[in-house]
């Protein structure tokens, strides 16, 4: 089975409904692989953020009160097969830090047919946050993932 890591800043809002929202999908596709997430900066244990949590919750039905995030460690980057890091520069920043690693690091908007980063929600209303997790899905839709963790990336 192979894992995708998603990255975002704490770990409380982008990157684990992107884990929650690929997690959902590839059990319903019968895709055999796995989403975690972690945050470049994370405040380790913290839950995600409440507006995370409803809009999981409300648009997708899907509870994430498990989540605590982590913060990104080189055991991480080592068991990930993919990275995908929510803007360039996490990218850089895990490009800059961790730099043996990059031959399997991506920022979102390289992989993705919108082509752009995905913007912080952190601190913002509950309908930013929906467009924020709706944006990541339409990533998750577009992006191939058999092929894409499979063959394009040398896996």
Known sequence: MKTVLFVCTGNTCRSPMAEALAN?????????????????????????????????KNGWGIDIRAHKAKMISEEGL???????????????????????FTEK??????????GRDIDDPFGANLDIYMQ????IERFLKSFDWEEGVYDCFGL
């Open 24 to 56: 959902d999908m590839f059990k319903a596709s019968g895709i055999e692989a796995r989403a975690i997430s972690c945050g470049v900066f994370a405040n380790g244990g913290v839950p995600a953020s409440k507006n995370a949590l409803e809009a999981m």
């Open 78 to 100: 080592e068991k990930a097969d993919i990275v995908i890091a929510m803007t360039t520069g996490h990218k850089n920043h895990l490009f800059g830090t961790y730099p043996k």
């Open 132 to 135: 924020c997790a709706k944006q």
């Open 105 to 114: 690091i991506y920022a979102i908007k390289e992989i993705c047919e919108e």
